[in-house]
């Protein structure tokens, strides 16, 4: 038999050419023969190489044949003969290579012939005739073969001095402290170490091995002293999790881990008021017992009786302080007492815990952040006709009116206004709601009237901030100018200065702060006393012919400030404009409520209805216009025939309404349609392009 | 330290300032200046202002009245030369609107 070589492959074709160039022969100058195909495997697990045995052909592959059937030696002794001695030859060698007294099986050591194998981390071959055995080293090692470290594929002999070098390696494991940027937490983050140990395995005889690694892993724990000693130095003594530390620290989890936190500040509570009854009516709706809403119209106004007690004031709770991871309090947010201002008609009694009514009347909550007005409003109660008679009507509380309020009458209230029956081409202006049982014809009712006066205050207040700011910057910047003389405005005051602005680019300054003083001045019963005062001050600052009273810049920034503390007193929550209108039927009239407005009978007709809340009505609506900031609900709209119907509210509300008339025209924010004919069950608003949408 | 020099030729009239444009040269513009330049009546006034060097807003101010009630008598008013940082001053304070932007050629 000529040479024969085992070789392994990825593919039968590399299989060959590792054959090839281990035999150090052509192509045509061996036989192949396939033992094994190479298997693909499946997600990289269970391929398997291609075996081949790569014999050599030579010329006297024929002559060597015969020989080998009955190989002689040069001794003349049978092949087999020699066979045999080899075996005990083998078995000698055998002995002397294994390190190990380990027994094989006889079989086995028949069985190792030409090949090679790896027992306990040691490299073991045996050579026979015509055998070859290869070794590929694997990764993670380093193989030496006779000294020279081998990267490929090697033919290996039994005398061949055979060594692998494997790498343990150390993976340091790192940690980190983090307190919180509020000092209530500290973090621990690990990034845990590893041992690992690599083992060289174990591989069964075979003509053609790949030397393989096993890892085997430990985890390097964490130093929890390290980590204690850290904390000390950190100060940390409060709500330390030892335990969590130590198993953490021992772990092998990677990631961040909470191992101190502090308590945390329990907040407290302010004071706060509590009525005694429900005694604010919200939009005109009834509240039942079980706190359900009932919508039919409120008829009537709550009112208190001298001597009751309206409700009562509760102190602050304070909370509790916290610590802080590092041992420090941490205080809870302050709380504040309510502040309790007693209007007219009320006392406190109790130590200030109680409040009491002094009159009878109708009982007036105003809460401004801490502090609350309560005041009782007396009740103006007319037994009859507002008339010729009884002469127009002004009252600072409620105003009951048993009959109607006649022609050309006005009823002028800064609470409610009840009128039983009719308002027939008069004015009812009410700082509260207002209540009409029957009808409103050719009449101008306003229900909030203050709420519409606070509105243009603020919009003028706001407004003027702002142009001094801008002028307060404006003046800074000229004093920068090292031609602008500055020192003397505290010699003649800002005034010159602030004329030649006005004339130039704070046009509408002026005019704004005249339109704000001649309101204060207007509203000078009604308004508090804050107001007053920053009237006079900028009249003192802008109107006077005379020199202005403003000396320097930094007093009209304080001046401005001011306006800035005022708006934020004065501004309308939603809260505030509780109130509401609710009418049976309006004809030919104009309604104002601050809040919501109700029709709640036939309908309207012909009528302007203005609400800053929302406005519903259960009749129809026939001609005149509607306008309502947060949604409208009418059950009818339009007229056959007559004057159009314009309903409009702001881009972002709804409309709704039951049953439209063509020629109707609804408006949500800049866009109208108008009906081409009768539609039932509309809901208006708009999309997100702008577009009025219905969806029915 | 304010001062003027006045200058008649038959075409315009030419006003040389000097000195600081402050409430300290009010006087002197209110009763003098604007007196004297009204005797002026539909004439061509021009204003030099080459040695001006500081302003405050008193002397804008009585700048600025002085020249509508020259311009009710019918006079135009030009303002030239201009130190920079004067020009600044009047740049900030917008007089070319207020006054209109003929009343300073090459701003």
């Known amino acids: 038999m000529g040479r024969s070589i085992v070789a392994k492959g990825t593919t039968i074709k590399d299989a060959i050419n590792t054959a090839l160039n281990l035999l150090d022969a052509m192509k045509d100058q061996v036989d192949i023969e396939v033992i094994e195909t190479e298997r693909k495997g499946w997600l990289g697990m269970g391929s398997k190489p291609a075996v081949i045995r790569a014999t050599f052909r030579d010329s006297s592959t024929e002559k060597d044949k015969a020989e080998i059937k009955h190989p002689v030696d040069s001794l003349g002794r049978l092949a087999t003969d020699i066979q045999i001695s080899e075996e005990i030859e083998k078995f000698g060698k055998m002995i002397q290579l294994s390190k190990t007294s380990y027994i094989r099986p006889r079989s086995k050591w028949l069985d190792v012939d030409g090949k090679v194998w790896v027992k306990d981390g040691q490299i073991f071959c045996k050579n026979a005739p015509g055998k070859y055995s290869l070794v590929t080293p694997g990764k993670g090692m380093k193989f030496y073969c006779n000294h020279k470290l081998v990267e490929s594929t090697v033919v290996v002999d039994e005398n061949d001095i055979l060594k692998v070098e494997l790498e343990d390696e150390v993976k340091e494991p790192s940690w980190k402290l983090k307190i919180d940027d509020s000092m209530m937490s500290i973090t621990l983050t690990i990034t845990p170490g590893v041992l690992i140990y690599r083992k060289l395995i174990d591989q069964e005889p075979d003509t053609n091995i790949q030397l393989k690694v096993k890892e085997r892993r430990e985890p390097c724990p964490i130093e929890m002293n390290q980590v204690l000693e850290k904390l000390k130095e950190m100060k940390s003594v409060v709500g330390v999790d030892y335990s969590e530390i130590e198993r953490v620290c021992q772990g092998e989890e990677k990631g961040d881990f909470l191992i101190a936190s502090g308590v945390k500040a329990i907040p407290g509570k302010n004071g706060y008021f509590v009525p005694f009854k429900e005694l604010s009516i919200k939009r005109g709706v009834k509240e039942r017992s079980d706190g359900t809403v009932d919508h039919r119209e409120i008829q009537e106004f709550p009112s208190v009786e001298h001597g009751q007690v309206i409700g009562m004031i509760h102190p602050p709770i304070s909370g509790k302080p916290g610590t802080s991871v590092i041992g420090e309090p941490v205080m809870p947010p302050e709380v504040y007492p309510l502040v309790v201002q007693e209007g007219k008609g009320v006392v406190l009694a109790e130590d200030g815990t109680k409040v009491i009514a002094t009159e009878a009347g109708q009982p007036h909550i105003v809460t401004k952040k801490q502090l609350v007005k309560i005041s009782v409003v007396p009740k103006l109660i007319i037994k009859k006709d507002v008339s010729l008679e009884t002469g127009n009507v002004r009252f600072v509380g409620d105003v009951e009116i048993n009959g109607s309020v006649q022609d050309g009458m006005l009823v002028e209230a800064n609470g409610n206004v009840l009128v039983r029956e009719n308002v027939n081409m008069a004015q009812v202006n009410a700082g509260g709601s207002v209540i009409v049982q029957h009808n409103i014809i050719s009449s101008e009712v306003t229900a909030g009237k203050h709420t519409k006066k606070m509105t243009d205050l603020l919009h003028l207040t706001e407004e003027i901030i702002r142009q001094m700011k801008q002028m307060v910057i404006g003046i800074q910047q000229l004093s920068e100018v090292s031609a602008f003389k500055v020192a003397n405005f505290t010699q003649i005051g800002l005034g010159p200065l602030i004329k030649i602005l006005c004339d130039g680019k704070f046009k509408s300054f002026r005019s704004h702060i005249q339109s704000l003083v001649h309101l204060i001045d207007d509203g000078k019963g009604d308004l508090d006393p804050e107001w007053i005062e920053i009237g006079d001050r900028l009249k003192s600052g802008f109107m006077t012919s005379t020199s202005s009273d403003i000396r320097s810049v930094e007093h009209m920034i304080q001046l401005n400030r001011s306006l800035e503390v005022i708006q934020m007193n004065n501004s309308i929550s939603t809260e505030d404009s509780n109130c509401f209108m609710t009418v049976a039927f309006s004809h030919n009239s104009q309604l104002y409520s601050a809040g919501d407005l109700l029709i709640v009978g036939q309908g309207c007709y012909n009528s302007k209805l203005y609400a800053g809340g929302f406005i519903r009505i259960d009749g129809y609506v026939r001609g005149g216009e509607i306008y309502a900031s947060r949604g409208i609900k009418i059950n009818e709209a339009g007229t056959k025939g007559g004057a159009a119907t314009i309903i409009t509210v702001p881009k972002d509300q709804t409309i709704e309404i039951n049953r439209v008339m063509e020629d109707t025209v609804i408006q949500i924010g800049l866009k109208t349609h108008k009906f081409d004919k009768e539609t039932t069950f509309v809901t208006a608003r708009l999309n997100e392009d702008g577009q009025i949408y219905f969806n029915n | ?107």
């Open chain 2, 1 to 107: 330290m304010f001062d003027y020099h006045i200058f008649n030729n038959k075409t315009k009239i030419k006003v040389n300032f000097e000195g600081d444009l402050d409430i300290e040269a009010t006087e002197l513009i209110e009763q003098q200046l604007t007196t004297e330049l009204l005797q002026y009546q539909d004439k061509d006034i021009q204003f030099d202002f080459t040695w001006v060097l500081f302003v405050d807003s008193s002397g804008i101010g009585l700048l600025i009245s002085m020249i509508y009630r020259l311009r009710e008598a019918g006079c135009t008013v030009v303002i030239v030369n201009l130190d920079p940082e004067v020009k600044k001053v009047f740049s900030l304070l917008q007089l070319p609107m207020i006054l209109g932007e003929d009343v300073f050629p090459n701003f």
